[in-house]
């Protein structure tokens, strides 16, 4: 199994550029999330998807849509890239049990110029 | 959301044990305490999680005080590999709307020494 997986590993995009990050898992997982970390600090929910066919908002969505393709897939788009949104986005996913392990893929690393 | 507090900084020598605190004094009864871990340049990875009761695993012990206001993660022989952010997070046990989301502070940034 390979987990979470994320393209592109690294990206760079001028301001107004647009961009769509890819994620996918092979748990059969019903839960999936979108974060971003900046340095220094902790990671922010941008958006999850609670089961296939719903997303949320989570903490800091501004700038960002997200799109639930089917359950192994959960995209990230940037519509009008802003250097504000430089940072690494982490996709992750997870069973929706007492646990609520979640599985994170490896990370995108973005600059916006 | 209730929070978390952690010390931004720990260090520890190899093989011995490390003890990481983290103060969560306005705790419900249906958070979970979770902990997750940050190798450098790698997405989070879960390391355990408790409700009231010690737990131990593989990686890890949790240790959850009696009133459970404060917890301590137990990692019983530091490795360089254990080099890392260790996360302290509370989780409600529902899934209404965003509960059962994680939510990440800073975290405590774990050196360990040869």
């Known amino acids: 199994n390979a987990g979470v997986t994320q393209t592109p590993k690294f990206q760079v995009l001028k301001t107004g550029q647009s961009m769509t990050l890819q994620c996918a898992q092979d748990?059969?997982?019903?839960?999936m999330y979108w974060y971003r970390q900046d340095p220094g600090m902790g990671l922010r929910l941008i958006y999850y998807?609670?089961?296939?066919?719903?997303?949320d908002k989570g903490e800091v969505p501004n700038g960002y849509n997200v799109s639930r393709l089917n359950k192994r897939e959960f995209s990230l788009r940037l519509e009008s890239a802003a250097p504000s949104q430089t940072s690494v986005y982490f996709c992750?996913?997870?069973?929706?049990?007492?646990?609520?392990?979640?599985?994170f893929g490896p990370g995108t690393r973005l600059t916006v110029l | 959301d209730a929070k978390t507090t952690q010390p931004n900084s720990m260090e520890s020598n190899e093989e011995e044990p490390v003890h990481l605190p983290c103060n969560h004094s306005?705790?419900?009864?249906?958070?979970?305490i979770h902990w997750y871990r940050q190798l450098p340049s790698q997405g989070p990875e879960y390391v355990i999680h408790g409700l009231t009761s010690n737990v131990n695993n593989r990686m890890a012990s949790l240790a959850i005080a009696e009133d459970r206001k404060s917890s301590t993660l137990i990692l019983h022989r530091a490795t360089l590999r254990d080099a890392a952010v260790y996360y302290c997070i509370l989780r409600d046990a529902g899934w209404g709307g965003s509960q059962g989301n994680l939510i990440f502070g800073k975290g405590t940034k774990l050196s360990v020494k040869p």
């Open positions: 306005t705790i419900s009864g249906t958070d979970y």
């Open positions: 748990m059969n997982h019903n839960s």
């Open positions: 992750a996913s997870s069973e929706r049990n007492s646990y609520n392990e979640q599985f």
């Open positions: 998807s609670a089961s296939e066919g719903t997303t």
